[in-house]
């Protein structure tokens, strides 16, 4: 009885999608000065999306105090292209700010995976 409820448990988890594929993690970023203020960011993103239930939607681009500065969002699940990359043109920056945060977003766990912190050029 412990060995077929064992074998049971492990056909279930090979072949069902996991329920939570965790949190969308930034994992790269290029960054480029387009013109005064103006930014090109070339962002790389990681999330085991499992479809339209659970995926990568979005990132943004925000200073420290959470000014949101750009959004690009994701129009559909990557589930056979992770990593991947997209980029968001024209984000336009004020001249004080240095650094910017890029944060990623999913459709369960909303916010929480990793960030990158990028000095600006």
Do not use: C
Not at 10 to 29: H, M, N, R, S
Not at 47 to 65: N, Q
Not at 82 to 94: A, C, G, K, M, Y
């Amino acid at each position: 009885m412990k060995n077929g409820f064992l074998l049971i448990v492990l056909l279930l988890f090979f072949l069902i999608p996991p329920i939570f594929a965790g949190e969308a993690d930034v994992i790269g970023v290029k960054v480029r000065k387009m013109g005064e203020n103006l930014y090109q960011f070339d962002v790389t993103v990681s999330h085991e999306d499992t479809g339209w239930d659970h995926y990568a939607d979005k990132w943004e681009v925000l200073d420290d105090k959470g000014e949101i500065f750009g959004t690009r969002i994701l129009h559909h699940p990557h589930v056979n292209e992770q990593p991947f990359t997209r980029s968001l043109s024209d984000v336009e920056i004020p001249k004080n700010i240095t650094s910017v945060i890029i944060r990623a977003h999913d459709s369960v766990h909303q916010y929480g995976g990793k960030v990158a912190n990028v000095q600006l050029p």
